[in-house]
């Protein structure tokens, strides 16, 4: 389960551009990505945390039961750990990230809502 960043940290606070996740660039050092870190593999590399992290997100949602939660459903997070998710998240992964999904039959879809189906 992702913890929920104290009032101080909000300013720092960073989304994983695969699952949108929002972290304290520090959670995502220590125990990385708690969805995709197989993928990602941010734990313990802060070059690794701010390629696949990103401070343009719009929107936090806390999500406590995801497999029963329809704004989770429509989010694209129903599968994944409790914790706090951008509404959407500017960027993209990185390339070595989209070729590893590619590999693993998994259709890469950008969280910033431009492929909306």
């Known amino acids: 389960m992702a913890s929920i960043p104290s009032q101080g940290k909000y300013k720092s606070l960073r989304a994983c551009l695969l699952c949108s996740i929002v972290q304290h660039p520090t959670d995502f050092k220590k125990n990385g ?8 593999q941010m734990k313990g590399s ?56 590619e590999n693993r039959g998994i259709k890469y879809r950008s969280r910033d809502q431009t492929d909306q189906d």
């Not at 990505?33 to 990602?40: D, L, Q």
């Not at 992290?53 to 409790?82: C, L, M, N």
């Open 33 to 40: 990505c708690p969805n995709c870190e197989e993928i990602m």
């Open 46 to 101: 802060t070059d690794r945390i701010s390629v696949c992290t990103t401070t343009y997100f719009d929107g936090i949602i806390a999500v406590i039961d995801p497999e029963s939660s329809w704004v989770a459903r429509w989010q694209r997070t129903s599968k994944y750990v409790r914790g706090m998710y951008a509404v959407r998240v500017k960027g993209r992964v990185p390339d070595d990230v989209e070729v590893e999904l």
